[in-house]
């Protein structure tokens, strides 16, 4: 039974869409803790990273290796982290996140160690832009 | 320059083997609150996933596919969660952790959420049993 893919609500209403590589919708967090995009891989009811076949797994760490390179060229951060949980947004969704030593959740993990800070118009114009060009959408 | 790759001592410390894949370590992490298996590509001075050439990215995503495929059969988890993240360790690591929904941790992420658990010694030995079978090394 075939089924339409569609962006879950909660990812839509929690980041802004940046462009749609082969697999994945790249999306960029409304987060301004940390500069954190997520890949959202356009299968329709992909949970699990073994949800998605084989040409699709490659695929997704091909986008994995574009967005970490793209991310860490742009920001130069300390780490990246990259993560697909999942436990309160069930369709497939993978973070990647570039963390620096003294932001608002180092060392721990980002979720729900900080309350969401609100982007400044042109940061956030100014993020995208720069991810954008670097991953091959400017 | 070559330099020989070693597990981290950290790595060493929290987790035991459980064998070799083509590219990484598995290990088994020992806090019994989660099935929770861990990848190490055996890779001297990888640090994010980006530091792998194309072929390891492709071989870790491989490897990151048996291990979940063999966590949920084993386990029947409700969620698989996947994450590099080496804020603190910094060896490239890759964590796989069945959640189960009322887990110590759910719905947030694992880490730091509850003090290690010890395994009961024949627990220990009948995951690694089951996790061993259903990865060749059994």
Known sequence: MSE????????DNDAVGIGDLPLSRLLLSKDANYPWLILVPRRAGAVEIIDLDSDDRASLMTEIGQVCEALKDVTGCDKLNVAALGNQVPQLHVHIIA????????????????????????????????????????
């Open 4 to 11: 339409a893919w569609s962006l879950h609500p909660q990812l």
């Open 99 to 138: 963390r620096r030593n003294g932001d608002a959740a180092w060392p721990r993990p980002v979720w729900g160690a900080a309350p969401a800070l609100e982007y400044d118009a042109a940061e956030l114009e100014a993020f995208m832009g720069a991810i954008r060009r670097r991953t091959g959408f400017g």
